[in-house]
Nanobody, 125 residues
Framework: QVQLVESGGGLVQAGGSLRLSCAAS????????MGWFRQTPGKEREFVAA????????YYANSVKGRFTISRSSAKNTVALQMNSLKPEDTAVYYC??????????????????WGQGTQVTVSS
C-alpha cells in the first residue's frame, strides 16, 4: 500500500497563498490519480483536485477552479497543490490521496485509496 506524507499548510489571511506538497512511497499505477481532498468538522471529505498518473489530465472541484493548481512529478512520486486567492471557506484539513482514477470523482472517492495524515489550512477573514 502506498504511504503518503504531506507538508505545507498553516494560517494565512484571505487573499493569500499556500502550497501543499505530498510525497508517496511505493508504486503508483498509471490507472491511478493522486490528489487532494479536504474536510471540515461535521462534514464529509470533499474532493479538491487530482492529477491522473498516466495522462496529462487534471481535475478540479468547481469551488477551487481558477484559484488552485495541482502539479505532479512522476519521477519523484510527488504532487503539489498551489492555493491562491484563498477564502475563509477554504479552511479545512487537507488530505493527500491516491486511488484509481475511475473512482476519485465518484461517490466513494472520499473514502477510497490511501490517505495522508492531513494538514490544517486556516484562512482568516
Amino acid at each position: 500500500q502506498v504511504q503518503l506524507v504531506e507538508s505545507g499548510g498553516g494560517l494565512v489571511q484571505a487573499g493569500g497563498s499556500l502550497r501543499l506538497s505530498c510525497a508517496a512511497s511505493g508504486r503508483i499505477f498509471n490507472s491511478y490519480a493522486m490528489g487532494w481532498f479536504r474536510q471540515t468538522p461535521g462534514k464529509e471529505r470533499e474532493f479538491v483536485a487530482a492529477s491522473a498518473w498516466g495522462a496529462d489530465t487534471v481535475y478540479y472541484a468547481n469551488s477551487v477552479k481558477g484559484r488552485f493548481t495541482i502539479s505532479r512529478s512522476s519521477a519523484k512520486n510527488t504532487v503539489a497543490l498551489q492555493m491562491n486567492s484563498l477564502k475563509p471557506e477554504d479552511t479545512a484539513v487537507y488530505y493527500c490521496n491516491v486511488q484509481p482514477s475511475s473512482s476519485i470523482l465518484g461517490p466513494t472517492g472520499g473514502s477510497s485509496g490511501s490517505w495522508g495524515q492531513g494538514t490544517q489550512v486556516t484562512v482568516s477573514s
